[in-house]
Every structure is written in C-alpha cells, then in structure tokens.
C-alpha cells in the first residue's frame, strides 16, 4: 500500500471537518479565531488517522467515526495549546508557527484550549446515525484517556519528573499516561465504533498502548539525532529542559531496539486482522522510520 | 417546603458523591489533590440542586441524576480554577480560602481545571442503567454550554468587555453565554434524564434561562449592597474590575425590578408542574433573595 498517499488523504478529510466543526458563529469571534488558529497549524493528524485505521481494521469506513477523529484531533490541540503556556513549557514556536499564546495571549489561549476540550465532547455527543450505547463507551474512553487519568495525568507526571533523574519505568509510566492512553483510545474509538467485538478490541488496545509507546521513543531519539529543519525545532531540546529521554536513560542503541521490538509486537497485535489490518502495521512502522 | 433542608441535604448527597467521584489512585497524587482541594472548597452546589429540582419537576429521582449532577459541578469548578488564574481574573481567595494556583501553582491549576473538564464527561458517559440515547442529548446539552457556545465563549466576551462601557444588551448576551447556558442545561439534564417531554424541556429551558440571569444580577446588587463577611469576598470588586454590572448601566431599583420580573417569568414557567414544581419554584425565589 502507498501509506504516504494513505496519511495525506485522511489528514486532508480531518482537515476539512476540523475547519467545518469550528465555523459556528455563536462562538464569540476571539475564541473562535484562536481555537481555529491552533487547528490548522498543521501536524501528522495522527490520532484521528489511527481512528480511521482501527474503523477500516475491523470493517468499517472512514466516515462514520468522522465525528470522533475530529474530537481526538480537538482534543491533541488543546493539549499542545496548554503544554505551550508561560506556567507549563513556557514555547514560543510550535511546528515553525508562534504558539497560541504569543498570538491571543495567554487568557485566550488557557480559554481556546478549553474551548476545544469541551468541543471535542459536543461533537462526539452530537453525532447521530450511531447506536448510541457504542457512542457513550467511546465517549467514556476518550474522556477517560483526556484525564486525571491518561493525558492530563500524563503532563502533571511530566512535571515533576522535570529536573530529576528518572527510571525506566517511571518514564514508561509517564508517557503510557501522557500520550499512550490517548493513541490507544484514537484506535479502538474507531473500531468500537464500527461493532468490533471485544477480542478486537483487547486486541487494538495491545497495539495501540505498543506503537504509543514505541512512537514516544522514537520522539525521543529524533530529538537527539534528527535534522533540525526537517523536525521544526530545536534538536538536544529534551536535555535542555531536563526533561527524562530513553536515550538519555538506555542508550541510543537500546532505544532503537526497543522501538523496533514494541513496532513487532504492535503488528503482530493486529495480523489476524488480515488485509483490513495493512493501514494499521503500515503505520506501526512509519511510527520509528519517520523523520519529523 | 423547607427550602433551607432541601437545598442542605441535595448539597450533602453531591458532595459525597463528588468524594467519591475523584477518589482514584490511578489519578496522579499532586492532580488529584488538587482537584480535590476545589472540588471540596463549599459553594452552594447550585448546578447540581437545579438538575435534581428538574428531574423531580417531571417525576424523576434525584439518584437517577447523581452523574449528571456530579458533573455539573465538576464542569462549574474547573471554570472557577481557570477564571482565577494570574492572567484572567488573578484572585487570590475564593470562598475565604486562597485560590488554587495559590495553593498549587499555576502549572497545576490550569490542569487541574482540565482534569475536572474531562472527567466530568468521563462520570456523565460511564454511567449506566440510562436510556443511552438520551445520555447523548444531555452530554451534547453539556458541552454545547460549557465550550465556545456557551461558559468558555462567555468568559472570552467578559473579558473583552471589561474596563469598557458597555450597554444591557451586550452585558446580558454575556451572562447568558457565561453562566445562563451552564444553568439552563442544569435544569434539563435532570429532566431529560428522567425523560421528560420536549414540551417539558421547552418549559424548563425557559426557567433555567430565567433564573440564570436574575442570579447574575442578584450578584450584582449583592456586589454593591451585600455583607462583606457573609459574602466571603470584598463588596464592590466588580466595579474595582473594571467590569460592568446591572446596577451601574441600570440603577439599583431597576436592577431589583429587573431580577424580581424574571423570578416571576421563571415561576410562571413551571406553573404546570403542580406540587412537583414546587422546588423549582422555590428556588427562583432564592436566587434574588440570598444574602450570599
């Protein structure tokens, strides 16, 4: 399969139902402008693209989960608009472009990252023509992954790891909760939502929690060795905010092993899943052998 | 009726019910804490006692609507961490106790304020034994007031509008997005979990818009007018804030007659409702006659 087209295609779909969800004029124009600022900076679309893999994965289409790519895909922004503030990372540039606080300030941006959060829930709740005990599992699940305990548990973890010498483990906790819960919800959103059965779903879960973690990993390493124009920021970032890298922990060597290992396990996670499952063990292995 | 017990006890019910809500291990320590500490620093629990008052209005059970009410109160917290923060409102006691960014920092508090966002819809879509249909509704309902649309949208005009004059049409359009639509939805969640009829939804969206606004301007005169120590904050902050009020664009008697008039459209509203309406009923009168 070409998985370059694979991933342009389904990044423009989300793209342009991010653009639709947001043009609503009720929403007070600052609020909308910023929230919109944030959606279309860019990005690999990744979670809403895993959403549509784990539909396809058990037979169903990229449409009728548009509605939850698009709120995971809020939801990732709001993360990125929070991480950015002065009190948290305190980033000026984010994919090349200023962060939403050096445009709208730092009160419009704690508000637009709100905003989508809250957003994200409206239109997973909207959507109709889904059986809707399906819709409020997954609402469950993403909220769950949003959370205390998955992504906003993740960043306190995060913090106060900050500075301080950190174990594997501890690190493999930190990024489960920061970004695998997340990345395990896109997928298994996507097929629940399309009536996979449980033994699918344990099963994309299993895959979803490994390429989370192996694509973390892989951050971590590219933060070190990759091309600073190609990445859009600053390579040796990680060190300089003393923030914990596999790397800096097990070694460069041991990371890509590791990497490499956790992409082998995600694939087989999801072989029984036949040709339907190719867009998911594609993007397994685009989530080590990419450059940005 | 006893308005005094019945507002006591619902406020207690939910109270336990938030303890238990946010008494989970796999929510980091510091996060949870922190939650924690707003969610347990009082308030009259306005939002929860109007879901049950709805569902009761329409024959339902306040058990029925434990969730939603958790929520709502979860959803009402965090907005009152975010407004507090050192670049919105930058308040250092709320409820005579320090905010919480005072206690635990901002970085911490703006999380803890997404935290309590999500998980308030976590509670709402993992409860069980409802109609799953309408659990969609009142979550669409919820998020629709609590993003752009509504108490978020709300804060950004409020913002945009203080230290400017501004006319009653703008000032009441501002309270309608920032706490009318969180309280109206409060009022029909209840009912609607509880199935009531859209005629009855119609009736109580009119209460609940009602009510929400004669609340705010109540809290406007109790601004200029109120008992310092009873109201646990300085009288007069609002004007201090550069922010406008009823009594400054309309006079202090107007103001009154203005809040008296909704109370009535409000009881007017649920006349229907007969003996099951009462709550309800008493509650409108309430809002413009607390000292507090």
Redesign the interface.
């Known amino acids: 399969m070409d998985l370059q087209s694979y991933l342009k295609e389904r990044a423009q779909w989300v793209e342009a139902a991010l653009c639709r969800s947001t043009d ?1 004029e ?3 124009e ?3 402008k910023s ?1 919109r600022y944030s959606l279309e900076a860019g990005g690999k679309r990744l979670r809403p693209i895993l959403c549509f893999a784990g539909a396809e994965g058990v037979g169903g289409s990229a449409d009728r989960v548009m509605p939850a790519a698009v709120a995971l895909e809020m939801i990732h922004t ?1 993360s990125l608009i ?1 991480d950015d ?1 002065p ?2 990372d305190d980033d000026s540039l984010r994919r090349g472009k200023p962060t939403n606080h050096k445009v709208f ?4 941006a ?2 637009a ?3 989508l ?3 994200a ?2 239109v ?3 959507a109709r023509g889904i ?3 399906l ?3 997954v ?2 699940d993403i ?2 992954a ?5 992504m ?2 993740g ?3 995060d ?2 790891a900050t500075g301080k010498k950190q174990g594997e483990a501890a690190l493999t906790r930190m990024h489960l ?1 920061k970004t695998g819960a997340l990345i395990r919800a896109s997928v298994t959103a996507g097929a629940r939502l399309c009536g996979a059965t449980q033994h699918q779903l344990s099963l994309l879960s299993r895959y979803g929690e490994a390429i989370g973690l192996a694509f973390q990993i892989a951050d971590d390493i590219l933060d070190v060795t990759g091309d600073q124009e190609e990445l859009g920021k600053d390579i040796g970032s990680d060190e300089g905010k003393g923030k914990s890298t596999y790397p800096a922990i097990i070694g460069i060597d041991a990371s890509r092993r590791q990497a490499a290992a956790l992409v082998d396990q995600a694939i087989a996670a999801v072989v029984s899943f036949g040709a339907a499952g190719e867009p998911l063990r594609a993007i397994a292995r685009y989530v080590v052998e990419r450059k940005k």
């Open positions: 609503d009720s929403i007070p600052t609020l909308r929230m709001f929070h503030l009190a948290m300030g730092e009160a419009v704690i508000l990252g709100d905003g959060l809250a957003e829930f409206y997973l709740a909207e059986d809707a005990r819709q409020v599992q609402i469950a909220a769950a949003t959370g205390g305990r998955g906003t548990g960043q306190v973890l913090m106060e909760y």
